[in-house]
C-alpha cells in the first residue's frame, strides 16, 4: 500500500499526499480494505488553512515513527472537512457528544461500518502514539466491547437528529425576545457575545440589522453598531488589505487566528453593507469597499469563481505576514511617519502579538496621509512570504459571494463587482450543476476547472439559489430566476424533511452512518436556514414555495429560542418573513426608472423584494416571463414603480417622492 491522495482535488489532502503515513480517500475501497484486513480505521479531519492541523501532520504524520504505527494497524482516511461536510458533520456530533468538545484535526476511530467508537482532536506525537497503541490493543482484545459501543453511539447519534424540542413560532414576539436574549451576552464595553475566543457574528449582525429595519429597535442596532466598529478598527480586520480572520483570540478583537475564510468575508461585506444602508457610516462603505477589493484581487481564480480561504502560517509561522514592530514601520514609511503610523495602528516596542510584533488596529480616525501611507506597507508586505491559498472553489460560500458582490455592487455603483458576481454564476452552473433528467444537482467543490467527486449538500442548493436570486434582482436578469428556482426544485425533492428542517445529505446520494439535519448556524448558515432564506425570496418573488419556507424557518427557531446565538441565518429569514413579502416592481428603461430603482435599493425593509423590467407588462431585460412583471406597464408612457404585498399592488408611482412615502 501507499499514500493516495496525488490525485485529489483538495489542497488539504495535497498537503498530506507526501506523508509516510497511507492515506486514501473517504470511499467504500477504504473501508472494504479495513473489513479484509480486520482492522480499525484512523479518520482525519482537517482543512487547509487549519494552524493545528499543520502542527500534527509535522509532528505526527511526516513521522516515520508514527506512520509505521497506523499503516500497520489501521487503514487511514483523510478528509478535507470543507469538501465533505457532511462527513466532518457526522463525526464531529460524535466528538463533542464523546468529548465535550470540538475541533480541528478531529481524529477518529471508526468499525469498518463506520460506527465511531473514540474521537478526539489534536494529539502531540506521544500522546498520539500511545492512542495507537491503546486503540490497537483494545481492537485486538476487547473487540465485542468496542463495536457495541460503536453501534450504541451510532444509535445516540440517529436519535439525536429528532427536533427534540419542537418547533417554534417565528412571529414578531419570539424576535424581540432573541434581541433580549443576544443583549443579555453582548459585550457592552468590546462588542460581541461572550468573551474569548470572539467569533465574527456575521449572521446575528444580518439579524439585528434587519430587526432594526422592521421595528426601529434601538438596542438593536446599538448591538450591531457595536460590534461592527470593534471588529472594523481591531486586529481582526486587515487594515492594510481588508478581509476579516476567521476570529479573534482575545475578547477584545487585539490578535486574529490569522486564516481568512471565503464564507466569512462574504458574509460580513453583506452585514455591513447593510449597516452603511441603515446608518450612512463611512467606516461601513469603507470596509464593504475594502473587502469586495480584498476578495477580487486575493481570492479570485482564473475560472472566475472564489478561493476557500488562506492560510493562518506563512513558512510555518503564524501571522508573520500580517505584524509589524515600530522598526519595521519606520523602515518603509520613515522615522517621523512611522512612529505617528504607529501610534495610530497600535504598533508598540512591547507588541500585542509574538517576539514583540503587534497586529495592525485602527485606533482613531487615519489622518490625510494613511492611503499613501497604507499603500506603502501593503506593497511592503507583499514582499513578505505569503500565506498558502486554498484554490479550492466550493459551490455554498461561491453563492454566498455572488449574494454579497451583486448587492453591494448595484448599491454602491460598483459595476466590476456586480460583474465578478455574474462570472461567478456563469462558471458555477458550467462546472458545478449537471442538469439532467432527475433535475439539477451541483457537485460541491472544483480545483482548478475540475469538480471534485462530492456530491452538494443542502447549503449548497440554498446559499447558491440565494446567491442567484440577489444577481437577479441586482440585473433583471430572469435567467437566474429560472436556474434558482431549479435548485429549490431539487432541494425540495432530495432534502427535505417531514418537520420542515432540510437534511445536509441527498436522499439518493451516499448514506453514512447518520444522515445529519442541521438546525444550528454556526460559521456560516446550516442548510435548513440556507434553504429558509432562498425560499423565502424566491416566494416573494414567484408566489411559489412560501408555505416550505416558512416551515423551515419554524424548525430552526427551535434553535433560537434556546441560543440565538447559533440561529442568526433563521433569525434573519424570520423577519423578512414577518415583513414580507414586500414586492416592488419597476419598469422602465431610462434615467428615471434607474431613480426607483435606486430608491428601492436603499430601503432596508427585511422583507423586500425588486424585479425590473422594460415595461411591456411581462418581461425582464432579458425576455424572460417574471410573475412580478405580468400586467405591470409603464404609466403615460412613463416609468414606474409598482409596491405590492402579496401581488396585490397598490396603484403605480411615479416619482421619487411617491416612492419614497409608499416604501416608508
Keep these: 500500500m501507499a499514500n493516495r491522495l496525488t490525485a485529489s482535488t483538495s489542497p488539504y489532502l495535497l498537503q498530506h499526499a507526501d506523508n509516510p503515513v497511507h492515506w486514501q480517500e473517504w470511499g467504500p475501497e477504504a473501508f472494504a480494505e479495513a473489513r479484509r484486513r480486520d482492522v480499525p480505521i484512523l479518520l482525519s479531519v482537517g482543512y487547509a488553512a487549519c494552524h493545528w492541523c499543520h502542527v500534527m501532520a509535522h509532528e505526527s504524520f511526516e513521522d516515520e515513527q508514527v506512520a509505521a504505527a497506523i499503516n500497520a494497524g ?108 443576544l443583549a443579555e451576552g453582548f459585550d457592552t464595553r468590546r462588542g460581541g457575545f461572550g468573551d474569548a475566543p470572539k467569533f465574527p457574528p456575521s449572521m446575528v449582525l444580518e439579524f439585528l440589522l434587519r430587526h432594526h429595519g422592521r421595528t426601529g429597535s434601538p438596542a438593536a442596532l446599538e448591538m450591531a453598531e457595536r460590534t461592527c466598529t470593534a471588529m472594523a478598527t481591531g486586529g481582526i480586520y486587515d487594515q492594510l488589505g481588508g478581509g476579516f480572520a476567521r476570529y479573534s483570540v482575545d475578547g477584545g478583537w487585539v ?136 484554490d479550492k472553489v466550493v459551490t455554498s460560500w461561491n453563492g454566498l459571494t455572488i449574494a ?103 436522499a439518493d446520494g451516499e448514506q453514512l452512518v447518520v444522515r445529519v439535519r442541521g438546525t444550528s448556524d454556526n460559521a456560516e448558515p446550516c442548510g435548513t436556514s440556507a434553504l429558509a432564506e432562498a425560499l423565502l425570496t424566491y416566494s416573494a418573488l414567484t408566489g411559489e414555495h412560501r408555505d416550505a419556507a416558512d416551515a423551515a424557518i419554524t424548525a430552526g427557531m427551535a434553535v433560537a429560542r434556546i441560543d440565538p446565538r447559533f440561529a442568526g441565518w433563521t433569525l434573519a429569514a424570520a423577519e423578512a418573513s414577518v415583513t414580507g413579502p414586500l414586492q416592488v416592481a419597476v419598469v422602465g428603461t431610462d434615467e428615471a426608472a434607474e431613480t426607483l430603482v435606486r430608491i428601492v435599493r436603499e430601503s432596508a425593509s427585511p422583507g423586500l423584494v425588486l424585479a425590473t423590467g422594460p415595461g411591456d407588462g411581462t418581461l425582464t431585460g432579458d425576455g424572460a416571463a417574471h410573475p412580478l412583471l405580468a400586467d405591470r406597464p409603464l404609466v403615460g408612457g412613463a416609468s414606474a414603480a409598482y409596491v405590492c404585498r402579496g401581488f396585490v399592488c397598490d396603484l403605480p408611482v411615479t416619482s421619487a417622492e411617491a416612492l419614497r412615502a409608499e416604501l416608508a
Design 74 to 181: 489501521f487503514v487511514a482516511i483523510k478528509v478535507d472537512r470543507e469538501e465533505r461536510p457532511d462527513v466532518d458533520a457526522v463525526y464531529m456530533q460524535a466528538t463533542t457528544a464523546m468529548t465535550g468538545q470540538g475541533g480541528w484535526p478531529m481524529t477518529c476511530f471508526l468499525t469498518a461500518e463506520g460506527d465511531p467508537f473514540f474521537c478526539g482532536t489534536y494529539y502531540p506525537k506521544p500522546q498520539f502514539l500511545q492512542l495507537l497503541a491503546a486503540i490497537e490493543r483494545v481492537w485486538t482484545t476487547e473487540r465485542d466491547e468496542v463495536t457495541g459501543s460503536a453501534e450504541r453511539i451510532t444509535a445516540r447519534l440517529r436519535s439525536a437528529q429528532q427536533l427534540r424540542t419542537g418547533p417554534a413560532a417565528a412571529d414578531p414576539a419570539a424576535l424581540a425576545g432573541a434581541v433580549d436574549t
Design 255 to 390: 490578535v486574529p487566528h490569522f486564516e481568512k475564510m471565503l464564507y466569512d468575508n462574504a458574509l460580513l461585506l453583506r452585514a455591513y453593507l447593510h449597516w452603511y444602508r441603515t446608518s450612512g457610516s463611512e467606516l461601513a462603505r469603507r470596509v464593504v469597499t475594502e473587502t469586495a477589493k480584498f476578495l477580487l484581487r486575493d481570492l479570485r481564480t482564473s475560472e472566475g469563481g472564489f478561493a476557500s480561504s488562506l492560510d493562518a502560517d506563512a513558512d510555518g509561522v503564524e501571522g508573520s505576514t500580517y505584524v509589524w514592530t515600530p522598526g519595521q514601520l519606520a523602515e518603509v514609511l520613515g522615522p517621523e511617519a512611522g512612529a505617528r503610523a504607529a501610534e495610530l495602528l497600535g504598533v508598540t516596542e512591547a507588541g500585542t502579538f509574538e517576539a514583540g510584533a503587534s497586529t495592525l488596529r485602527m485606533l482613531s480616525e487615519p489622518p490625510q496621509e494613511w492611503p499613501g501611507w497604507r499603500s506603502a506597507l501593503l506593497a511592503a508586505r507583499g514582499a513578505r512570504v505569503q500565506p498558502e491559498l486554498d
Design 404 to 506: 454579497a458582490l451583486a448587492e453591494a455592487g448595484v448599491l454602491l455603483g460598483e459595476l466590476e463587482w456586480v460583474a465578478a458576481a455574474r462570472r461567478c454564476a456563469e462558471f458555477l452552473w458550467a462546472e458545478h450543476a449537471d442538469d439532467g433528467a432527475a433535475g439539477v444537482r451541483l457537485r460541491r467543490s472544483s480545483r482548478r476547472g475540475r469538480a471534485g467527486g462530492a456530491a452538494g449538500v443542502a447549503d449548497d442548493y440554498g446559499n447558491l439559489a440565494g446567491g442567484l436570486l440577489a444577481l437577479h434582482q441586482a440585473t433583471g436578469e430572469g435567467l437566474w430566476l429560472d436556474r434558482a428556482g431549479a435548485l429549490l426544485g431539487t432541494a425540495l425533492e432530495q432534502f427535505a424533511s417531514s418537520d420542515g428542517a432540510f437534511f445536509d445529505t441527498a
